[in-house]
């Protein structure tokens, strides 16, 4: 296995290092999402080696790499026993917590359909808040997502979720945390209302689920201890600290574990069992994973999210103590979003997204989050969302300083409008079809975006575009813009 890299191989790494230097850090607690660094290097190089060793394997089938089953199954029976999962509780591990999410409603769609009900478009109910990977999961497979409203603190009524469910419903989703606000969804309570109408209820711990396990009491029970609670995903490559493409999706009952596979005997070629959307699929991921949970097991994860804990903990108390910034809502889980405080004048208010702004020229990545007008007209605000990881309590005095000092610079700013920008749009763009590859360039060209440099300098004109434009025009703009990074 060991073989030293000669000289043009070396060559080829030296490029590679020279392109990472444009990247963001992906250490050191200075990117607040994206990226969760335990902090610890231990565990960065214990995944190196765990990828690399299984790094030829191919994943589609453990009948022929029986390694790749038995990890599956440590990992498996590690993430039950954390979410508290009896023995009826079976499940996979996926590519990421967008796998998870779509697996869960394909298995909600596919059980619905084996049960004959078909009342029209079926429909999957969750908060506003729910991640957009339901959204997408949606739009893949044939469903509607019922978006209900949720209140000012992030938080959905168990009311609500009730009168949304109907015959078409085929699954109720709820967030353990939510990502937008770290809202924690009335679990309980809509577990009970879906066991009611005889509705799956998943329980989207994407973010949560390697965390809250280890927060502490004052967590109200989402796991698999909650009755009517039919399925859950974590994410692995979140603060389970497993690089990324990992995710466990766990079902209770392994009739509805079968129906995520597809099978297929059905063509010339191999028999097709397959658990996620992939055929051929690296073991690299599985593989981090798997070692990660042996090396920490519980107790190390417990010491991780204590570490995450206090941090989250002195960084609500900070952002409070910031004259124009509030938290929203009573964040859960080592997460939170940062709106304007409305109730001081206006020139003393700070814009989340100017904000960012100038964190981001002192060296520091918050992610921006547009406002959002929910279904029954209500206006979710802008805010700045901040993921907290391990090793942002060794960066707390700079962070505090930053934070500060960048509410100073910005203090009394309105937000960025967008109206100059749509102005200078030609009219037929708004009520137009889908924009053609060439017009949707033009228009980004026109806008100061894409190109060499995609983004500009300051996101707030960006996110206040987003927020005016009409959803599919911002839609489609964003697609053009990412579709032209890897135009050759
Ligand atoms: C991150 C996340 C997802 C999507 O996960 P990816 O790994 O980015 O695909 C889904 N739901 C929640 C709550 C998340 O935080």
Not at 30 to 54: I, K, M, N
Not at 266 to 289: E, F, H, I, K
Not at 408 to 413: E, N, T, Y
Request: aromatic share 6%.
């Amino acid at each position: 296995m060991n073989h030293e890299l000669d000289e043009r191989s070396r060559a080829v790494l030296e490029k590679l290092t020279d392109l990472r230097r444009s990247d963001a850090p992906t250490h050191g607690g200075h990117v607040l999402s994206y990226v969760y660094d335990s902090g610890l290097a231990e565990l960065d190089a214990l995944a190196r080696e765990a990828a690399a060793a299984v790094q030829s394997l191919n994943a589609l089938d453990p009948t022929t790499f029986p390694s790749i089953a038995s990890m599956e199954r440590d990992v498996v029976g590690f993430a039950r026993t954390m979410l508290h999962g009896d023995d009826d509780v079976v499940g996979s591990v996926t590519s990421g917590g967008t796998e998870s999410c779509l697996l869960a409603v394909k298995t909600a769609r596919d059980l619905r359909n084996a049960a004959g009900r078909h009342a029209g478009t079926p429909t999957i109910v969750a908060p506003s808040t729910v991640h957009a990977a339901f959204g997408k999961a949606a739009h893949y497979f044939g469903l509607e997502l019922v978006r209900v409203p949720v209140g000012p603190d992030g938080v959905v009524s168990a009311d609500a979720i009730a009168d949304a469910i109907d015959d078409r419903t085929a699954l109720v989703v709820v967030s353990a945390p939510s990502y937008p606000f770290a809202a924690m969804d009335p679990v309980t309570d809509v577990a009970r209302i879906a066991t009611d109408h005889g509705l799956p209820c998943h329980v989207d711990a994407c973010i949560g689920g390697w965390v809250l396990p280890w927060w502490g009491h004052e967590v109200a029970p989402w796991d698999f201890r909650v009755p009517g609670v039919t399925s859950i995903s974590a994410d692995a490559h979140k603060y389970g600290y497993a690089p990324k493409g990992a995710s466990i999706l766990l079902h209770r009952g392994r009739d509805r574990q079968a129906a995520q596979f597809f099978a297929t005997t059905d063509w010339p070629g191999y028999p097709v069992v397959n658990p996620t959307m992939l055929g051929s699929r690296s073991a690299a991921p599985l593989a981090a994973t798997w070692a990660i949970t042996q090396r920490l097991g519980p107790d190390g994860f417990a010491r991780l999210a204590e570490r995450c804990r206090r941090a989250t903990g002195s960084l609500v108390h900070l952002i409070e103590g910031i004259e124009g910034l509030r938290v929203v809502g009573r964040p859960t889980g080592p997460l939170l979003a940062v709106a304007t405080d409305e109730s001081v004048a206006a020139d003393r208010r700070v814009d989340p997204h100017h904000w960012a702004d100038e964190a981001r020229d002192l060296g520091w990545v918050l992610q921006p989050q547009p406002s959002y007008v929910q279904s029954n007209g209500s206006r979710l605000p802008s805010t700045t969302h901040l993921t907290v990881t391990p090793v942002t309590e060794s960066v707390l005095p700079d962070l505090a300083g930053t934070l500060a000092e960048a509410a100073d610079l910005v203090r009394g700013v309105g937000p960025a409008s967008a109206a100059d920008a749509l102005g200078s749009l030609p009219a037929d763009v708004f009520a137009g079809p889908t924009l053609d590859a060439a017009t949707a360039d033009a228009l980004l060209a026109a806008l100061g975006l894409g190109g060499d440099a995609p983004l500009p300098p300051r996101l707030a004109p960006v996110m206040a575009l987003i927020e005016a434009a009409p959803r599919t025009l911002a839609e489609r703009l964003l697609v053009a813009l990412f579709a032209g990074l890897s135009t050759p």
